[in-house]
């Protein structure tokens, strides 16, 4: 039976799984000066051949894009740069931080009746600790704006979470003992998670870091997990368990002269049976929200 009539048939899931990776631009496909296309990671290397629609990530501002004004205009589809009146580096502060609360797609999810859900773990006990953290990320203030707490320890513990590095290696300074997660038993318990939610977010950023260490030893070993974590994940959707979705918030780790952001757009990749409805509306990383209550208000 071909892919196409098994999802015609009932497996058609409606479902979303996002992947952010941050700091992942279009570049030019060359293997010297683009390390997503020097083999270190396939899978993603053919998906960015094959199906990556390049979407502007400067929202209209000039100078280079930034991940606060960047994620924030993803999970809210408002302008934030514009709203804030320049690009904001690293994470938002008190102004954005109000936005961010008052738009997310997580908290538009629910106010559908949708179930959504982000998947990272913290590596914490109870999510009240966050309150003392002097810095959040965007993804961190959406989240607890819509469900007042995040996936910590005990949940990464039994696999309901995935820690941001995806196999665990960050932890071990942190105390961490438990076992190295390998990217694809990683990506399993992902997809566990958005099999049973409308909407399940994944955030990874290494691929940002990496591009700023401008360590080529580093940026092929972030690749080369985020590759791993990808095939089964592509193999999901296409199976037509969910819907993947894959966007950065401005470019980075695809270009070796630099190691800043870079002007390139960013990728937008949707893996499932709602390409074609993505791909006509998705020109800025400001579509993206607002395509997505689209899909589910269908
Ligand atoms: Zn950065």
Not at 41 to 46: G, R, S, T, Y
Not at 114 to 143: E, G, M
Request: glycine share 8%; aromatic share 8%.
């Amino acid at each position: 039976m071909s892919l196409l009539r098994l999802c015609q048939v009932g497996m058609n899931r409606k479902n979303i799984l996002f992947l952010f990776v941050d700091g992942l631009g279009i570049g030019i496909d060359d293997s010297d000066k683009n390390p997503v296309f020097s083999g270190s990671c396939p899978n993603l290397a053919d998906l960015l051949r094959r199906s990556a629609v390049p979407i502007d990530a400067s929202m209209g501002v000039s100078g280079y894009p930034q991940s606060a004004t960047g994620q924030a205009a993803l999970l809210t589809g408002e302008n934030a740069a514009v709203f804030m009146g320049r690009h904001i580096e690293g994470f938002p502060g008190p102004r954005l931080k109000e936005l961010i609360r008052e738009k997310n797609v997580f908290l538009k999810l629910k106010n559908m009746g949708l179930k959504s859900t982000f998947a990272n773990a913290y590596f914490i006990d109870d999510s009240k600790v966050l309150d003392s953290w002097r810095v959040q990320s965007v993804t961190t203030v959406a989240t607890l704006s819509a469900f007042g707490s995040v996936r910590c320890r005990d949940l990464m513990e039994k696999n309901e979470a995935v820690y941001q590095d995806i196999v665990r290696d960050e932890l071990r300074p942190r105390g961490y003992t438990g076992p190295r997660i390998d990217p694809a038993e990683a990506a399993m318990h992902l997809a566990g998670i958005a099999k049973d939610h409308d909407f399940t977010l994944f955030e990874y950023f290494q691929t940002d870091r990496a591009g700023h260490a401008a360590d080529s030893e580093k940026t092929g070993k972030v690749l080369s997990i985020l590759d791993g974590f990808l095939a089964p994940l592509i193999e999901s959707a296409e199976r037509c368990e969910f819907q993947l979705i894959i966007t950065s918030d401005h470019g980075n780790i695809e270009a070796t002269d630099t190691a800043g952001h870079t002007m390139n757009p960013v990728p937008f990749v949707v893996v499932g049976s709602s390409a074609d409805f993505f791909k006509h509306r998705i020109k800025s990383i400001t579509d993206v929200t607002p395509a997505i209550l689209e899909w589910f208000g269908n």
